[in-house]
């Protein structure tokens, strides 16, 4: 059974910083794609960034040089640090399990002016 619990979500003000992160069992991060999206009311869960297996990493152009995946394959974790936080990252952001399509319950995350 695949389980992803996410932590690490609050409220900052804007141009502050949060590393959120995901805790997995039940799968193995050394072969596994692992990705963060993000939602808001009344919109379409959107890929923020993934990792693939062998740590190639990918960003929606939004958080380019602002946020970065990692993961740790021996503690099956995997992180989104979040730099230069903008209102608009306003969001409950998910860890999931790209390879085997497994989500997390989500962690609010809120950025104020």
């Known amino acids: 059974q695949v389980t992803l619990v996410e932590s690490g979500g609050g409220l900052v003000q804007s141009g502050g910083s949060l590393r959120l992160s995901c805790a997995a069992s039940?799968?193995?991060?050394?072969?596994?794609?692992m990705g963060w999206y993000r939602q808001t009311p009344g919109n379409q869960r959107e890929l923020v960034a993934s990792?693939?297996?062998?740590?190639?990493?990918v960003y929606v152009d939004s958080v380019k040089g602002r946020f970065t995946i990692s993961k740790d394959n021996a503690k099956n974790m995997v992180y989104l640090q979040m730099n230069s936080l903008k209102p608009e990252d306003t969001a409950v952001y998910y860890c999931?399990?790209?390879?085997?399509?497994?989500w997390g319950q989500g962690t609010q995350v809120t950025v104020s002016s």
């Open positions: 039940g799968i193995s991060f050394s072969i596994y794609a």
């Open positions: 999931k399990s790209v390879t085997t399509g497994n």
């Open positions: 990792i693939t297996n062998d740590g190639r990493e």
